[in-house]
Structures are given as structure tokens and as C-alpha cells.
């Protein structure tokens, strides 16, 4: 059974530019997490997703950064622009709404890069 | 207040060793579950061990296994016959539903160095 899967791994941008990240969960998940891990802050929740809908979002930073999850099996973070200060590794994780609810799974990360 | 706290920035014992890894943590809630995570230098992050608080066994899986306390409020990670694999970043956490959202919170880790 195929995991989170994250891309781009990698993304080196220029300051004001947009970018997009772009996660898919656990086929039957129904919950989609993205976090932000820096050395200074740690690991930070962004925005958390249930059945599509956003629950939590008061992890994102600013307006520059959005997020969407248009299906169960497709959701999107977009920075724009983005600043020097975005750099970091950026994980998206899902857990299933029955079951272990509690567990999340977690990507392979996209390590951000702004220049 | 919700937080993990991993008091040992960083370990470092031989192959074959066996090596704990502390974490203590601080909540209200009842219902809750904890975990370690490991994240190698890839950075992946992978679920080692999951523990529901209601339950007294600790849990295992394989050469890992916990000890919790849950009146002391402690989670330590216990890795038995050491690899070099095991070479990482271990992150303590636990989770709740808050007001139906999920919450996990995280501690700031400890780096662990398996030497040959």
C-alpha cells in the first residue's frame, strides 16, 4: 500500500515567487495534515483537513499561504510570494477517520528553498 | 497547557547497546495516545511506537518498546540491540481531539547517534 506521497522532494525558488506543494494521502484516509519543521520552531501544524473541509487552520502563517483539498485523494499548499523566511521541510500526513483516527502517516516531506 | 518535553538534546551509545530515550508530557485530557517518531537523515518521518493512554501494557514492536507512566506523566523509548540504522531523530509526541479537531503535539527531540 503506497504511503503519503509528496512532491516536488525538493523546490530552490527565488523570493516573490509562487510555489505549490502538492500531497496525496492514504487511499481511505479522511484526514490530511500539513506541517512546517524549521530548526527554530520545530514541527508547526499549518492546516488540518477533514472529509475535504478545512478544521483547523490557524497554523497558517499569513495570506500569502493557502491550502486546498479539492478531493479525498488530492490537496495543495500554495505560498505566494514567497519570502526567504518560507524555507523549511514541509510535511503533509493523513490518518483515517475510524480505526486508528489518531495515527497519522506522514510524507516524505518537499524541502523548501527560497532564495 | 499541551506539551512534550524531550530533556536529552542528544545521545550517543555503541552497536548493540541498549538506549532510552527519556520524554515527559503535560495534559488535561483523558483520552489521548502517544507515539514516537523517528526521522532519519532524510527526514522522513516514520511512526515507531504507538501507546493508548487508557491501556497499562506498554507497548512493543519488535527491538522497541515503551515505558509509561501515566500518573508520572513519562513516555520513555527503549531500543534494544542497537543499529546503526537507528541512527536519527526521535520525536515524542501525543495527540486528542480537541473540540473534534485532532491535535499532536510535538517534542523538540532527541538526536541519536549509534556508533560502530
Known amino acids: 500500500d503506497a504511503g503519503v506521497i509528496q512532491s516536488p522532494r525538493h523546490e530552490v525558488t527565488e523570493m516573490g515567487q509562487e510555489v505549490t506543494l502538492r500531497c496525496k494521502p492514504i487511499?481511505?484516509?479522511?484526514?490530511l495534515f500539513w506541517y512546517r519543521q524549521t530548526m527554530m520552531r520545530g514541527l508547526e501544524l499549518l492546516i488540518y483537513f477533514n472529509n475535504n473541509v478545512p478544521i483547523d487552520d490557524s497554523g497558517m502563517p499569513e495570506d500569502r499561504f493557502s491550502a486546498k483539498m479539492p478531493n479525498a485523494s488530492f490537496s495543495t499548499l500554495k505560498i505566494q510570494p514567497s519570502e526567504p523566511r518560507d524555507s523549511a521541510v514541509y510535511f503533509c500526513?493523513?490518518?483515517?477517520?475510524?480505526?486508528?483516527?489518531?495515527?497519522?502517516?506522514f510524507g516524505p516531506g518537499t524541502r523548501l528553498l527560497v532564495l | 497547557a499541551q506539551t512534550v518535553t524531550q530533556s536529552q538534546p542528544e545521545m550517543s551509545v555503541q552497536e548493540a547497546e541498549t538506549v532510552t530515550l527519556s520524554c515527559t508530557y503535560d495534559t488535561s485530557e483523558n483520552n489521548y495516545y502517544l507515539f514516537w517518531y523517528k526521522q532519519p537523515p532524510s527526514r522522513q518521518m516514520i511512526l515507531v511506537i504507538r501507546?493508548?493512554?487508557?491501556?497499562?501494557q506498554n507497548a512493543t514492536e519488535n527491538r522497541f518498546s515503551v515505558n509509561f507512566q501515566k500518573a508520572a506523566k513519562s513516555f520513555s523509548l527503549k531500543i534494544s540491540d542497537s543499529q546503526l540504522g537507528d541512527t536519527a531523530m526521535y520525536f515524542c509526541?501525543?495527540?486528542?481531539?480537541?473540540?473534534?479537531?485532532?491535535?499532536?503535539?510535538f517534542g523538540q527531540g532527541t538526536r541519536l547517534t549509534i556508533n560502530p
Open positions: 501507546q493508548e493512554a487508557y491501556k497499562q
Open positions: 487511499s481511505g484516509h479522511n484526514s
Open positions: 509526541a501525543f495527540t486528542f481531539l480537541f473540540q473534534g479537531a485532532q491535535k499532536l503535539v
Open positions: 500526513a493523513s490518518s483515517p477517520t475510524s480505526g486508528r483516527w489518531e495515527t497519522q502517516y
